[in-house]
């Protein structure tokens, strides 16, 4: 990056905190909203946040916006851009992944490997604590949703339209996962809790939070450790065409069982330390390391036209993975005199490793050959650091300025390495199948957010993100470099109406970006298997998205009603694209295409049938339309799909609590076929034994239902793969809280007042 593109941005980041030593030498009365209709606030940046968590910040008075819960939680809360689920009462959460969390999340779908999607958008965003997360990007996320314990959460934020102050990289949207507090209240010292749960097939898990307090300084942390293995069968059928008539050359059928064990752990440190009264300095150490041993058996078979067998063999062999975290925040906030008047500095640091190896033996049937060996090991490793300083100020008018920079660099390595011979020991290295990686990209963010009410039912909120973004990638091994540089503006709106005292109106915009990962854009051919080989496409340009909403929001006693209106328009969207590169071997690499539409309604309920017996339930509906022309392959597509979820919480007494969920995924457009639909059903229940003491039962995917499969259909081959992941699973458990003086204590609603929040 130039010198000249970095001045303007660095000047004005330097201004901040003369901004704010100016700010604070004027006079700003509070924030004003009308007792009528409370404007709304919409949700703190990174780095703007109170340093105190955020489940204890739900629990401090509203300033804009936001209606005051007292005594109770609100199971679902709203802001003028998010809007956030409570974790308190799913019972999966309890025992399962965060990846179980995220299913009976509105609008989010998981699928069985663990790819995270909003509104049928996998490029997805997710923060923790409105932060980003090492563990949580990259190479590692998926299999990361799937071993990371969900029960350190209290709430999961859903924001499609979020402000200015957020990077706008994610063209779905934005997860934030606010983890619970874990600092003792005001009269206690110190405070803990113990959970261990035991499931079928060799699954447990174990963890254990605390906290202490002693005078200024706070330390709090968790611990937990899990074993999940997992049994996968996969079935492929392709067949070969011929390009001139469409008529049947081969037809090649794959059978593999793939089980492995799989087993993580995961930590976190933090400490907390009130420098003076206004200012207060917080740190933080975490880290985490999942790993997993596994078998592969298969059979190859390819037949011709006729039905007879032209090629069979066997491949089996064992598989072994690692991916490990490591990170540190340092967080300084300084609060000015003003109620939400602060200033905020913060640095982070990430380091990802990634490990993943292989050893095939193939045994050749029709026509015999000597059996063939082959290992495949690959090495990656990506570091993260990054600074925001941020700051916000209210204003005269009842309204809230926010002013911030932010600095990310991300330096991802691979090193790949693949062997082959007629025996373990003989296998040497194939040189055009192994590889070495490297890239560096750093984005350079500026932003500024408005927001003050219009009149007493009216508000409104504007922003602008300026973002200089730089990607370098280079092939060691071919020698082929590229770069991508671009300075790009991002704006976002927001209005808010107050129909009424239960009734509320919300509009909103945002253009979102969606870069390519260093990895897509690697020009390398990796090899999976005798049928496939994937690469990146050094030519993939970024996907940017204008997105449009509107909202209707009614709550009223313990009844909650939202249904949302949604355009997203896709210039350039990402897609993977599989061409035939010879005799029915597959090259799969990320393309773009020329647009793609998504437009839907999305409705959410949340009240009760009875005075034990409350529901949760979403229902969305979408039309999707792709222009795929320019893909190979590829045609104009479009089609109308549905996904919902329902969850029933039954509470017959005080002290037990039973919850019935389930959730249903549609199918889904790709440029060259469609991702079939799937399905899950859970069951839970939780006793309550003592003030301390809790059992828990939880089962996961009872009927054992939720699958994958994949069609193409193209003129060279169509293809049906399946994945049937038994993801079925049982648990019983024990939580035992612990600590002196006033403990806070999990989230859960009452069946005996009104629910309110905002």
Same mark, same amino acid.
């Given at each position: 990056?130039?010198?000249?593109?970095?001045? =303007?941005?660095?000047?004005?980041?330097?201004?901040?905190?003369?901004?704010?030593?100016?700010?604070?030498?004027?006079?700003?009365?509070?924030?004003?909203?009308?007792?009528?209709?409370?404007?709304?606030?919409?949700?703190? =940046?990174?780095?703007?946040? =109170?340093?105190?968590?955020?489940?204890?910040?739900?629990?401090?008075?509203?300033?804009?916006?936001?209606?005051?819960?007292?005594?109770?939680?609100?199971?679902?809360?709203?802001?003028?851009?998010?809007?956030?689920?409570?974790?308190? +009462?799913?019972?999966?959460?309890?025992?399962?992944?965060?990846?179980?969390?995220?299913? !009976?999340?509105?609008?989010? #779908?998981?699928?069985?490997? %663990?790819?995270?999607?909003?509104?049928?958008?996998?490029?997805?965003?997710?923060?923790?604590?409105?932060?980003?997360?090492?563990?949580?990007? %990259?190479?590692?996320?998926?299999?990361?949703?799937?071993?990371?314990?969900?029960?350190?959460?209290?709430?999961?934020?859903?924001?499609?339209?979020?402000?200015?102050?957020?990077?706008?990289?994610?063209?779905?949207?934005?997860?934030?996962?606010?983890?619970?507090?874990?600092?003792?209240?005001?009269?206690?010292?110190?405070?803990?809790?113990?959970?261990?749960?035991?499931?079928?097939?060799?699954?447990?898990?174990?963890?254990?939070?605390?906290?202490?307090?002693?005078?200024?300084?706070?330390?709090?942390?968790?611990?937990?450790?899990?074993?999940?293995?997992?049994?996968?069968?996969?079935?492929?059928?392709?067949?070969?065409?011929?390009?001139?008539?469409?008529?049947?050359?081969?037809?090649?059928?794959?059978?593999?069982?793939?089980?492995?064990?799989?087993?993580? %752990?995961?930590?976190?440190?933090?400490?907390?330390?009130?420098?003076?009264?206004?200012?207060?300095?917080?740190?933080?150490?975490?880290?985490?390391?999942?790993?997993?041993?596994?078998?592969?058996?298969?059979?190859?078979?390819?037949?011709?036209?006729?039905?007879?067998?032209?090629?069979?063999?066997?491949?089996?062999?064992?598989?072994?993975?690692?991916?490990? !975290?490591?990170?540190?925040?340092?967080?300084?906030?300084?609060?000015?005199? #003003?109620?939400?008047?602060?200033?905020?500095?913060?640095?982070?640091?990430?380091?990802?490793?990634?490990?993943?190896?292989?050893?095939?033996?193939?045994?050749?049937?029709?026509? /015999?050959?000597?059996?063939?060996?082959?290992?495949?090991?690959?090495?990656?490793?990506?570091?993260?650091?990054?600074?925001?300083?941020?700051?916000?100020?209210?204003?005269?008018?009842?309204?809230?300025?926010?002013?911030?920079?932010?600095?990310?660099?991300?330096?991802? /390595?691979?090193?790949?390495?693949?062997?082959?011979?007629?025996?373990?020991?003989?296998?040497?290295?194939?040189?055009?199948?192994?590889?070495?990686?490297?890239?560096?990209?750093?984005?350079?963010?500026?932003?500024?957010?408005?927001?003050?009410?219009?009149?007493?039912?009216?508000?409104?909120?504007?922003?602008?993100?300026?973002?200089?973004?730089?990607?370098?990638?280079?092939?060691?091994?071919?020698?082929?470099?590229?770069?991508? #540089?671009?300075?790009?503006?991002?704006?976002?709106?927001?209005?808010?109406?107050?129909?009424?005292?239960?009734?509320?109106?919300?509009?909103?915009?945002?253009?979102?970006?969606?870069?390519?990962?260093?990895?897509?854009?690697?020009?390398?051919?990796?090899?999976?298997?005798?049928?496939?080989?994937?690469?990146?496409?050094?030519?993939?340009?970024?996907?940017?998205?204008?997105?449009?909403?509107?909202?209707?929001?009614?709550?009223?006693?313990?009844?909650?009603?939202?249904?949302?209106?949604?355009?997203?328009?896709?210039?350039?969207?990402?897609?993977? $694209?599989?061409?035939?590169?010879?005799?029915?071997?597959?090259?799969?690499?990320?393309? +773009?295409?020329?647009?793609?539409?998504?437009?839907?309604?999305?409705?959410?309920? !949340?009240?009760?049938?009875?005075?034990?017996?409350?529901?949760?339930?979403?229902?969305?509906?979408?039309?999707?339309?792709?222009?795929?022309? %320019?893909?190979?392959?590829?045609?104009?597509?479009?089609?109308?799909?549905?996904?919902?979820?329902?969850?029933?919480?039954?509470?017959?007494?005080?002290?037990?609590?039973?919850?019935?969920?389930?959730?249903?995924?549609?199918?889904?457009?790709?440029?060259?076929?469609?991702?079939?639909?799937?399905?899950?059903?859970?069951?839970?229940?939780?006793?309550?034994?003592?003030?301390?003491?809790?059992?828990?039962?939880?089962?996961?995917?009872?009927? +054992?239902?939720?699958?994958?499969?994949? $069609?193409?259909?193209?003129?060279?081959?169509?293809?049906?793969?399946?994945?049937?992941?038994?993801?079925?699973?049982?648990?019983?458990?024990?939580?035992?809280?612990?600590?002196?003086?006033?403990?806070?204590?999990?989230?859960?609603?009452?069946?005996?007042?009104?629910?309110?929040?905002?």
């Amino acid at each position: 990056m130039s010198n000249i593109k970095l001045i =303007p941005l660095i000047g004005v980041a330097l201004t901040l905190p003369a901004g704010a030593a100016y700010a604070q030498s004027q006079p700003t009365p509070p924030p004003a909203a009308s007792p009528q209709s409370p404007q709304p606030t919409p949700q703190q =940046p990174p780095a703007q946040q =109170p340093s105190t968590p955020a489940a204890q910040q739900d629990e401090a008075p509203a300033t804009v916006g936001d209606v005051v819960v007292v005594g109770q939680a609100s199971e679902v809360r709203t802001s003028i851009d998010s809007v956030s689920y409570s974790l308190a +009462n799913d019972l999966q959460a309890t025992t399962g992944s965060l990846a179980d969390a995220l299913r !009976n999340v509105p609008s989010v #779908d998981v699928d069985p490997q %663990g790819a995270v999607s909003l509104r049928g958008d996998s490029n997805v965003t997710i923060l923790v604590d409105g932060r980003p997360s090492g563990v949580l990007s %990259g190479e590692g996320r998926a299999q990361a949703l799937l071993q990371l314990p969900a029960d350190r959460y209290a709430r999961i934020e859903v924001m499609t339209n979020p402000s200015a102050a957020y990077s706008p990289e994610g063209s779905g949207g934005v997860i934030n996962l606010i983890t619970k507090p874990t600092a003792p209240r005001a009269g206690s010292t110190s405070t803990g809790s113990v959970r261990a749960n035991i499931g079928d097939g060799g699954r447990w898990n174990v963890g254990v939070s605390g906290s202490r307090q002693d005078g200024p300084l706070t330390l709090s942390g968790d611990l937990s450790y899990r074993v999940d293995p997992i049994s996968i069968e996969f079935l492929r059928q392709r067949d070969q065409l011929d390009p001139a008539t469409g008529a049947l050359i081969t037809s090649t059928d794959v059978a593999q069982q793939i089980d492995q064990d799989q087993n993580g %752990g995961v930590g976190r440190l933090t400490a907390e330390y009130r420098l003076t009264e206004k200012t207060q300095l917080t740190a933080e150490v975490r880290g985490n390391r999942i790993d997993g041993d596994g078998y592969v058996d298969g059979l190859f078979e390819t037949r011709d036209v006729g039905g007879a067998l032209v090629t069979a063999y066997e491949r089996s062999g064992d598989t072994r993975f690692n991916f490990s !975290n490591i990170g540190a925040t340092a967080r300084i906030v300084h609060r000015f005199d #003003d109620a939400g008047h602060e200033w905020s500095n913060e640095l982070r640091f990430d380091r990802n490793d990634n490990e993943n190896s292989s050893l095939s033996a193939t045994d050749y049937i029709t026509p /015999e050959a000597a059996d063939l060996y082959e290992i495949n090991a690959i090495e990656g490793r990506q570091t993260t650091r990054g600074f925001t300083s941020a700051y916000v100020r209210p204003t005269a008018d009842g309204g809230r300025v926010r002013a911030g920079y932010e600095l990310t660099d991300l330096q991802p /390595e691979q090193d790949s390495v693949f062997r082959r011979g007629a025996s373990e020991g003989a296998a040497g290295i194939v040189p055009e199948l192994s590889n070495r990686f490297e890239a560096r990209q750093t984005v350079h963010a500026l932003y500024g957010t408005w927001e003050r009410p219009l009149t007493s039912k009216l508000s409104a909120q504007g922003g602008l993100r300026l973002e200089q973004a730089e990607i370098e990638i280079d092939d060691l091994t071919s020698g082929v470099s590229a770069d991508q #540089d671009y300075l790009r503006l991002y704006p976002t709106a927001h209005l808010q109406y107050q129909l009424s005292e239960a009734q509320t109106l919300r509009a909103s915009y945002s253009r979102r970006i969606q870069r390519p990962q260093p990895q897509q854009l690697n020009p390398f051919v990796f090899y999976q298997d005798p049928l496939n080989r994937r690469s990146g496409n050094p030519d993939l340009e970024p996907q940017e998205t204008d997105s449009f909403e509107a909202m209707w929001q009614l709550r009223r006693g313990q009844t909650f009603y939202q249904a949302t209106a949604y355009l997203r328009d896709t210039n350039g969207a990402f897609t993977e $694209v599989a061409t035939d590169i010879s005799g029915g071997v597959l090259l799969t690499r990320p393309e +773009n295409l020329g647009s793609r539409r998504d437009t839907g309604i999305e409705v959410t309920a !949340n009240g009760r049938l009875h005075p034990t017996l409350r529901y949760n339930a979403s229902v969305n509906l979408f039309q999707q339309e792709i222009d795929a022309i %320019g893909i190979p392959g590829g045609e104009d597509r479009e089609g109308t799909f549905a996904a919902g979820r329902l969850s029933l919480n039954w509470q017959p007494t005080p002290d037990d609590f039973v919850q019935l969920s389930g959730f249903w995924q549609g199918e889904q457009l790709l440029a060259q076929g469609t991702r079939e639909a799937g399905g899950m059903l859970n069951l839970g229940y939780r006793r309550k034994l003592s003030e301390s003491l809790s059992f828990q039962f939880t089962g996961r995917d009872i009927l +054992n239902s939720f699958n994958s499969a994949t $069609v193409f259909e193209t003129p060279l081959f169509r293809e049906r793969s399946e994945q049937n992941v038994r993801l079925r699973a049982f648990y019983v458990g024990l939580t035992w809280t612990l600590g002196s003086g006033p403990r806070r204590q999990p989230e859960q609603f009452d069946f005996s007042g009104p629910q309110s929040g905002g």
